[in-house]
Antibody, heavy 116, light 107 residues
Framework: QVQLVESGGGVVQPGRSLRLSCAVS????????MHWVRQAPGKGLEWLAV????????LYADSEKGRISISRDNFKNTLYLQMNSLRPEDTAVYFC?????????WGQGTLVTVSS | SYELTQPPSVSVSPGQTARITCSGD??????AYWYQQKSGQAPMLVIY???KRPSGIPERFSGSSSGTMATLTISGAQVDDEADYYC??????????FGTGTKVTVL
C-alpha cells in the first residue's frame, strides 16, 4: 500500500522558517519525480516545486523562487520543503505528490499556519 | 506567469453530461491532466495525458483536447461526482500549473 505522509506543519510566526517532510512508503521512491503543492483555506491548488527522481533537477513556481527549496533523500524515502521568511499568506495545507505516468499518489497534507 | 482558466462552476442534473473546460496557450503542445478533489480530501487523478483514464476511474470520465482547450466530460453524472475539479499542465518552459478550479454540482 502506497503511503505519503507529510509532517512538520504547525503554527509559525511571520518571518520564521519551516521545513516540511514527506515520508513515502510502498513504492520505489527513487523512480518518481516529487512535487509540493499547497492549498490556502477555501482556495484552489497552487503548484510550488518539483524535483526529479534523482534530485538532479528542480523547478519552482516563479512566485516562490528564492524563498523555498525542495530536496529529497532517496535513502530515507523522504521529500523535503524548506520555506523561509514565512508570511501570513503562506497559510495553507501543503501536499506532496508523486507521479510516474498514470501512477499518481498524494499525501493527506500538513497544515501550516503563519500567525503572530 | 502561465495560467489555466476554468469556469468557476458547472451544474448538472443526475444522469446528464457535465463538461468542464480548461484554457491555456500551451495546451496545443502540452498534456492536460485532471484532478477531482472532494471536500477535506487530497486530489485524485481522473484523466492523464489529455485522454487517458487511470485504473479504477469510472468510464463516465473522459478527456479531450483541441487547440488551446482541454475538456473533462462526465457522462451520466452521479451525485458522488460532486467535487472541485482542477486541470493541470505545464507551460512551454516546463513550469507546472493548476487551473483555477471548477465546482461541479449535481442536483
Amino acid at each position: 500500500q502506497v503511503q505519503l505522509v507529510e509532517s512538520g506543519g504547525g503554527v509559525v510566526q511571520p518571518g520564521r522558517s519551516l521545513r516540511l517532510s514527506c515520508a513515502v512508503s510502498g513504492l520505489t521512491f527513487s523512480a518518481y519525480g516529487m512535487h509540493w503543492v499547497r492549498q490556502a483555506p477555501g482556495k484552489g491548488l497552487e503548484w510550488l516545486a518539483v524535483i526529479s527522481y534523482d534530485g538532479s533537477n528542480t523547478l519552482y513556481a516563479d512566485s516562490e523562487k528564492g524563498r523555498i527549496s525542495i530536496s529529497r533523500d532517496n535513502f530515507k524515502n523522504t521529500l523535503y520543503l524548506q520555506m523561509n521568511s514565512l508570511r501570513p499568506e503562506d497559510t495553507a495545507v501543503y501536499f506532496c505528490f508523486a507521479r510516474n505516468g498514470s501512477l499518481d499518489y498524494w499525501g493527506q497534507g500538513t497544515l501550516v499556519t503563519v500567525s503572530s | 506567469s502561465y495560467e489555466l482558466t476554468q469556469p468557476p462552476s458547472v451544474s448538472v442534473s443526475p444522469g446528464q453530461t457535465a463538461r468542464i473546460t480548461c484554457s491555456g496557450d500551451a495546451l496545443p503542445k502540452k498534456y492536460a491532466y485532471w484532478y477531482q478533489q472532494k471536500s477535506g480530501q487530497a486530489p485524485m487523478l481522473v484523466i492523464y495525458e489529455d485522454t487517458k483514464r487511470p485504473s479504477g476511474i469510472p468510464e463516465r470520465f473522459s478527456g479531450s483536447s483541441s487547440g488551446t482547450m482541454a475538456t473533462l466530460t462526465i457522462s451520466g453524472a452521479q451525485v458522488d461526482d460532486e467535487a472541485d475539479y482542477y486541470c493541470y499542465s505545464t507551460d512551454i518552459s516546463g513550469y507546472h500549473v493548476f487551473g483555477t478550479g471548477t465546482k461541479v454540482t449535481v442536483l
